[in-house]
């Protein structure tokens, strides 16, 4: 039985959970679900993403809500969920004298495999990373990408359903970053693992992720696939005009007159017309008023297209 035969269609499911440290609130109203593929939990640095991930684990109570994971809740039934689910922690602090395969063997013995088989499977993880010929150096003697992909190793060693990965290109320059990108995509398309990839890189979530949850001030801002979260706006839309430039910042100026927010990069403007005022003739559509506006100006429109919203733009929308 492969693992998408044995997956529930939703993976782990968030309702109302919040949690505090003493009298500071880490986590409020957190509301989700995650399901098959690769999905990101995206956030700032700080806004409790390591903590939701250690409750997922169960290895933290929660203060309020239900959460379950294959439809048990961590807290409770913790062992049980470890037991179907990988994890690579954030922090690099591995055992520097141990060798890169004693490390994933052990872990994988601690998930339950026999240690021939664990053995067995450490090998095959190391080698399935970039590290066979490397598996039996001390952990201590390798590079910061190298250590990224022990732990990688070792979160899928004992064949999980899913695997939860804390910042995984930490420490790594853009090249080993894309390299690391393309190793857990090409892990979770060719074994059919499902992947939770915590990040702060927006253009990281994009680059690999099916779907994203975004959290920030405690509490969820949005969630659900990347179309559904960057689909097109019906009062946004994308303008690259030909003209001089007098008279795309006549357009811009208009534009901004009847209420519309316009970003522009040389004669490229996207508008939010969604405050955006009705004109004389009574047209409302942002499109009207962006040909209306550019035939006063007598500037040519090269390409009108609705405007298609980026990470960047649902996460700092939803956080106002």
Request: contains cysteine; negative net charge.
């Amino acid at each position: 039985m492969t693992a998408t035969d044995a997956t529930p269609a939703t993976l782990v499911s968030a309702r109302g959970v919040s949690k505090r440290y003493g009298d500071v609130p880490v986590l409020e109203e957190i509301d989700f679900d995650i399901h098959q593929g690769i999905t990101g939990l995206l956030g700032a640095n700080g806004s409790g993403k390591t903590t939701l991930l250690g409750m997922i684990l169960g290895l933290h109570p929660r203060d309020g809500g239900t959460l379950a994971v294959y439809g048990r809740d961590p807290w409770t039934g913790g062992a049980e969920v470890r037991a179907l689910t990988g994890y690579a922690p954030e922090h690099h602090t591995l055992p520097p004298d141990l060798r890169a395969d004693e490390f994933v063997r052990h872990v994988a013995e601690l998930h339950g495999l026999p240690t021939t088989e664990a053995v067995t499977r450490a090998s095959d993880a190391l080698w399935l990373v970039g590290l066979g010929e490397e598996r039996f150096r001390p952990m201590g003697t390798m590079s910061t990408g190298q250590r990224q992909r022990v732990k990688l190793a070792q979160a899928i060693a004992h064949d999980p359903r899913l695997i939860l990965l804390d910042e995984p290109t930490d420490g790594l320059d853009p090249v080993q970053r894309d390299a690391m990108l393309e190793l857990i995509h090409h892990v979770a398309e060719s074994f059919e693992i499902n992947v939770l990839l915590s990040s702060h890189l927006l253009d990281e979530v994009e680059q690999i992720c099916d779907s994203a949850v975004i959290i920030g001030d405690g509490r969820t801002l949005a969630s659900g696939t990347l179309q559904e979260l960057r689909g097109e706006s019906d009062t946004g839309l994308s303008l690259v005009l030909d003209g001089s430039d007098d008279q795309v910042a006549a357009v811009v100026d208009q534009l901004q007159e009847r209420g519309a927010i316009v970003t522009f990069t040389g004669h490229h403007l996207n508008v939010d017309g969604s405050n955006i005022q009705a004109g004389a003739n009574g047209a409302g559509s942002v499109f009207d008023h962006a040909r209306d506006v550019c035939a006063a100006a007598e500037v040519g429109i090269v390409r009108l297209s609705r405007r298609r919203l980026s990470l960047e733009d649902v996460f700092l929308e939803r956080l106002g």
